[in-house]
């Protein structure tokens, strides 16, 4: 892990730390998951309940190495962001166009009155 890398780590971290302290709403999560496009497998996001949190945006990065370019191997991104108070289950299925599941994972989130969002437990 470069220097930079670990730096950059901390530095999210004393922001996240100080928007906490200041109460500032964060109101937007971000779920990310292996993934590998050329295997024929995408990952789907749904919610059990309505009205609670929605899908902000989705995006796939390539792991880039220092040796190759040509790598298939990434990470898919899900922002997720609270529209209303309550709990909700958020379901990743990676699944192929048969709709075979090769893998699954359950998010349940609270969202309070004002937007934050915390993780209550991942399965």
Known sequence: MSMLFRWLQRFAAIIAAFTALLGVKQNTV????YANPSSGYSWECSFDRQGV???SDSYYKQNLTLFSDDTKDGK???ILKSIGEGTVNVRFKYVNSRGYVASSYTYRYSVSDTGRITLISKT
Do not use: N
């Open 30 to 33: 971000t779920v990310s998951l």
């Open 53 to 55: 949190m929605t899908l």
């Open 76 to 78: 898919q991104y899900f």
